[in-house]
């Protein structure tokens, strides 16, 4: 099981780019690195998913490096409405049972 | 539109009384999720079912229980109400199949009150 050490909170403002990085050492071969969002009274939302190198959709980045032990999710340009807590998950699909959302990080976008 | 829902979305009872809290898909996933969420835990697992007639336990399980008796629905029984039950529950399905962790679709959740 990859356990993943992602810090607590965050702060930003409205403009900037944030990176949010997720550790986990233990990564195993089989295992994807995937982000949620969830903001408040709401459940968590899917954002990215990758297994290596940089993945890029129309929400964030997620860059990869070679040892896999880490993961950074980029976001460009933040707005007040990306205040959320985000959460970083390591597995693949035979490991539902273990799978953690943990803490996450608390992002809060200031004007 | 496919969706997941949930209900009651609100939901106060007393130590003792047993709850149900329902989850509906129309996503025609085979997998489907129940999780709780407090303060200071972030959301974990309670049980899980990747098809009809399949149920596994999670990380939390203990006083709770669910069946699958369709695709479409995963209710979540509390046979027995407890304080420490108090949360905030969601419900979410995924597609089976592949290799990736699959995309978990949630509910808007459930937050329920023991008296």
């Known amino acids: 099981l990859a356990k993943t050490t992602q810090p607590i909170s965050m702060d930003s403002y409205e403009g900037q780019e944030v990176n949010i990085t997720c550790s986990h050492n233990n990564i195993a071969t089989n295992d994807y690195i995937t982000w949620y969002q969830q903001f408040p009274s709401q459940g968590p939302r899917f954002i990215i998913q990758g297994y290596k190198t940089k993945v890029t959709n129309e929400v964030a980045s997620l860059f990869i490096p070679a040892d896999r032990k880490s993961s950074t999710l980029s976001l460009p340009r933040v707005s007040l409405s990306d205040t959320a807590v985000y959460y970083c998950l390591v597995g693949d699909r035979s490991g539902y049972s273990t799978l953690t959302f943990g803490k996450g990080t608390m992002l809060l976008v200031s004007p | 539109d496919a969706e997941i829902t949930q209900s009651p979305r609100h939901k106060i009872t007393e130590t003792g009384r047993q709850v149900t809290l329902a989850c509906h898909q129309t996503w025609n996933h085979n997998n489907m999720f129940w999780y709780r969420q407090d303060l200071g835990h972030g959301l974990r697992l309670i049980h899980y079912s990747y098809g009809v007639q399949d149920t596994n336990k999670g990380e939390v399980s203990d006083g709770y229980s669910v069946s699958r008796s369709n695709t479409e629905d995963l209710p979540l029984t509390l046979e027995s109400a407890a304080s420490s039950q108090t949360s905030v529950y969601f419900c979410?399905?995924?597609?089976?199949?592949?290799?990736?962790?699959?995309?978990?679709?949630f509910g808007p959740g459930t937050r329920l009150t023991v008296l």
């Open positions: 979410a399905s995924s597609e089976s199949g592949g290799t990736a962790y699959n995309e978990q679709f």
